[in-house]
DNA sequence: GACTCCGTTTAGGCATACCTAAAACAAAAA
DNA sequence: TTTTTGTTTTAGGTATGCCTAAACGGAGTC
């Protein structure tokens, strides 16, 4: 069940740029699946709880999604800026969805306030609902 | 074929402890999988050619085997280094073994330059011939 | 109302990586 | 030399996560 995060980040990601439900279609592209594989997996995750499946409309987080999804983004987005600002590399966004899943929650948790203390607060919601193929987050610390 | 550098990272510590072949019992403890497990997948790293098995016996690391284990013996040096050093977090070598097969080239490569830019030279076979269930890289900056 | 199109789902398969239980083996004890 | 003991390997089976091709459904067109 270790592939459950990419969808659900890429779940989350989705519902933040167009309203849900997100069609499996969608999600597939964003974890750079087939349309079949996509599917399956979001029924797997129904029947974890964590997604409202409508057949054919597609896919909603639950509550308990949500709150599992927000947790990932803020790892994610602490990856990416890891990647970026402390080994200077860039367009590695994806590497960075693909490892949110599969650090433990210790590291998880002290990546972000190595972000989060090192930086001001950051908005972690910045490009969110911003433009663009994938999630960027640049990681500014605020926007509105 | 992900899990395989666990099995090759395995190896490469436990040569390191004791002269090879390295039974696939061992092997087993130190990935904490079943033996039958370890000898399959020495079986399927005999056909890649990163080892060498004698049945009964053992696996050695072939040249090549022995070179992808030594850079991912480096990465996950570096992030032992990282997970205490910079998250203050301990024990976590596991983890750190776990994921080094994980990491792009690139990340790895920044990884391991952060440590030795940032800390001198280290080290990097410390602790490799030395005692203790785990292999527990210390860092010091040198050694003899 | 029937048809066409396109996206979604189901069906059938496959590779990886694991496990338990049974068989095979090697080395030491009797 | 035979037996016992402990380890390794093989056999058979399972879960996950993926794929392609075929079937299905819905929305707009004729």
Redesign the interface.
Known sequence: MTRTARYLLALYIAEHRSSPPIPSGRIAELVDRSPAAATEMLQRLETDGLVDLEAYRGATLTDDGLERAADLHGTYVALSWF?RD????DA?EH?AME?AG???A??AD??VH?LVDGNGRPDVDARLDADGPLDLPTLSTSRE
Do not use: G
């Not at 402390?86 to 590399?89: E, H, I, K, M, Q």
């Open positions: 990647f402390v080994l200077d590399l590695h590497e490892m599969l650090l433990s210790e590291v002290r990546l190595l």
